[in-house]
């Protein structure tokens, strides 16, 4: 009997696991063998694009017959299964084998006749026609969709493709890692590697140094994304607030990007020279005593050095402006908690409405289509309403997941924990270690300036807000201002993880 080697491929891994083509492919070609007294000897199965280059099992396939001289019939269902680009047919007529296309019904060699390798020439064509078609149309449709808001490709760290609705919305586990990593960054006591150290150990998550970096520099987290060149306006709910964002790219990029030290300087960061704008460092004299001065990357620098202990007593002076009165927190807690519930009633009432248009729209659209099948509507008069109310859907549904967004937890809850932070900011700072309080600075202030005199600290939100209040002694502006905090919260998942790790430690 001819020995002969079937070849069969589905252009993608849906395929083969949905189970229609593989198989029937199969069984084809083996009819054919038999009807032709082949004896099949091998066969290979590839689950790839033919477009690309690397297809395995093709390539495994031709070192096979290179190997075994004495097989030189190869049994394919159709070109565009077998190839679709002119360097495998090359390949393959090199091998001087004959092929037979089931269900082209021909067999092609290098002692075919001229009519028969020129329609095989045509097939080959049209099936990279198609190929390139098909990948046009491909980018049009992602385009399209990209133009619309939506991502078109696979959804970043902290978020997932809804393939139902074909949106992009937040992993509720993988959001709160991602939140983390860039509150945690922005403070500017994190290398990316510590960083990656600190996710794996606060909650088992283990990211690469690498991968950190892409999610850091990506502004997808804060509502626009790149495809192809041009940046969109995505439509996918964001987490990660535009100045955290921005805190982190100047972080990422070398601005108030602090040296870090493998000796463990308690004070390592968080402070830069009045003088030249560099950042300090610290120096371990006689490995006990630690010393900071400027890095004097701008040169030469008058700043003179400072121990360790003096520098200390200096970080904490400012805290002590962080006081506000019991009875104003009061106020202003019970003011936001009025608030969020006028706010909670007014997400409520507002989903209730929408629901009901959502179940109104679909609906018409179960009704459309049974009158569609009764033959009571045209064809084209049905395509059209449907096309019309999947647009109103899509736009209703996502509406629906804008509100389910926008509920950022009890916020009456978090200001009464900022308040009694600030206020206790400057007794917990004096009873605490050097690294503590370090940790305790890096979460209130993100810098502070430091001359051969005084300390001048930036306060990170809201604590910025309650020193100037208090300065000025204006509670009413101080509600106002923490009305309109989360529009650009910096710093609440720091303190909440604060509170939570002293609650455990004591």
Not at 10 to 16: A, H, K, N, Y
Not at 217 to 242: A, C, D, E, L, M
Not at 495 to 501: G, L, Q
Request: aromatic share 10%; with cysteine; net charge positive.
């Amino acid at each position: 009997m001819i020995e002969a080697v079937l070849y069969t491929r589905v252009s993608s891994r849906e395929q083969q696991q949905e189970g229609f083509s593989l198989g029937p492919q199969a069984k084809l070609l083996q009819r054919y063998s038999d009807g032709r007294g082949f004896q099949v000897v091998k066969a290979f199965e590839d689950v790839e694009t033919a477009k690309a280059e690397g297809r395995k099992q093709f390539t495994a396939m031709v070192a096979w017959f290179k190997r075994n001289r004495s097989c030189r019939i190869l049994v394919v269902e159709k070109t565009d299964r077998f190839y679709r680009n002119f360097r495998d047919a090359v390949t393959l007529e090199d091998l001087d084998i004959e092929i037979h296309f089931v269900k082209e019904g021909s067999a092609v060699s290098k002692d075919s006749k001229s009519q028969t390798r020129l329609i095989q020439g045509m097939h080959l064509v049209m099936a990279r026609n198609y190929s390139e078609n098909l990948r046009e149309e491909v980018r049009k449709g992602m385009h399209e969709k990209a133009s619309q808001g939506v991502y078109p490709g696979h959804a970043p760290f902290g978020y997932r493709n809804n393939k139902a609705e074909r949106t992009i919305e937040v992993e509720p586990v993988d959001s709160v890692t991602a939140t983390l990593l860039f509150d945690l960054y922005a403070t500017g006591a994190y290398a990316l590697s510590s960083l990656a150290k600190k996710i794996r150990l606060e909650n088992g998550k283990r990211i690469s140094r690498g991968n950190i970096h892409l999610i850091l520099k990506n502004r997808f987290y804060t509502g626009t994304f790149t495809w192809s060149g041009q940046t969109y306006t995505g439509t996918h709910p964001i987490f990660v607030n535009t100045a955290t964002f921005e805190e982190v790219q100047a972080v990422l990029t070398g601005h108030n990007r602090p040296k870090y030290s493998r000796r463990g300087v308690a004070f390592q960061g968080p402070m830069s020279c009045a003088h030249d704008g560099c950042m300090l460092t610290g120096d371990v004299r006689k490995e006990k005593y630690v010393y900071y001065r400027c890095a004097g990357n701008r040169g030469k620098c008058d700043l003179p050095r400072f121990r360790e202990e003096d520098v200390a007593n200096r970080l904490g002076e400012p805290l002590k402006s962080l006081r506000v009165p019991q009875e104003v927190v009061s106020q202003i807690v019970a003011t936001l908690r009025e608030d969020q519930n006028q706010a909670e009633g007014k997400v409520s009432s507002e989903r209730s409405r929408l629901q009901s248009r959502l179940t109104t729209i679909r609906n018409r659209m179960d009704a459309a289509y049974a009158d569609k099948l009764d033959g009571k509507i045209p064809e084209d008069f049905w395509e059209r309403k449907m096309s019309e109310w999947r647009m109103e859907e899509q736009q209703v549904q996502m509406a629906i997941n804008g509100l389910a967004n926008a509920e950022t937890g009890d916020r009456a809850l978090d200001a009464q924990r900022v308040f009694e932070l600030a206020n206790k900011a400057h007794l917990l700072y004096i009873s605490q270690n050097p690294v503590e309080k370090a940790k305790l600075l890096r979460m209130l202030c993100s810098n502070f300036s430091v001359d051969a005199v005084s300390i001048t600290p930036t306060y990170r939100k809201p604590f910025d807000m309650i020193v100037k209040r208090t300065r000025l002694e204006e509670w009413s502006a101080l509600v106002d201002d923490f009305r309109t905090f989360w529009g650009s919260d910096l710093s609440l998942t720091l303190v909440r993880k604060y509170i939570a790790d002293r609650t455990q430690s004591t």
